[in-house]
Nanobody
Framework: EVQLAESGGGLVQAGGSLRLSCEVS????????IGWFRQAPGKEREGVSC????????YYTDSVKGRFTISSDNAKNTVYLQMNGLKAEDTAIYYC???????????????WGQGTQVTVSS
């Protein structure tokens, strides 16, 4: 019932850019913050950015701050993640999910989607 469809990943060289999209359904868009997570091979899934669609306020972890920009289009029930200045360490599968409005990356409900693969070559 709850669906989050990630798209926009791909293969880019270091320093390149990608724009990820997260289309959500099955719950009221704006009732929760939307977080972007990533999971690299052999590593734990980590939150990198979130936004509260009700006010548009963004949050970024230190690893991506200054390089990534999160935004929302409420009419399309979509959250975007513009990724600039990509680094090899950004290589991961990227997921989006509804989280707490305080952007502490507390998952409200699942399941996780399939994610979208981002690969950055050096």
């Amino acid at each position: 019932e709850v669906q989050l469809a990630e798209s926009g990943g791909g293969l880019v060289q270091a320093g390149g850019s990608l724009r990820l999209s997260c289309e959500v359904s099955g719950f009221i868009f704006g009732s929760y913050a939307i977080g972007w997570f990533r999971q690299a091979p052999g590593k734990e899934r980590e939150g990198v950015s979130c936004i509260n669609p009700s006010n548009g306020r963004p949050y970024y972890t230190d690893s991506v701050k200054g390089r990534f920009t999160i935004s929302s289009d409420n009419a399309k029930n979509t959250v975007y993640l513009q990724m600039n200045g990509l680094k090899a360490e950004d290589t991961a599968i990227y997921y989006c999910a509804p989280i707490d409005q305080g952007c502490l990356f507390r998952l409200r409900f699942g399941p996780w989607g399939q994610g979208t693969q981002v690969t950055v070559s050096s």
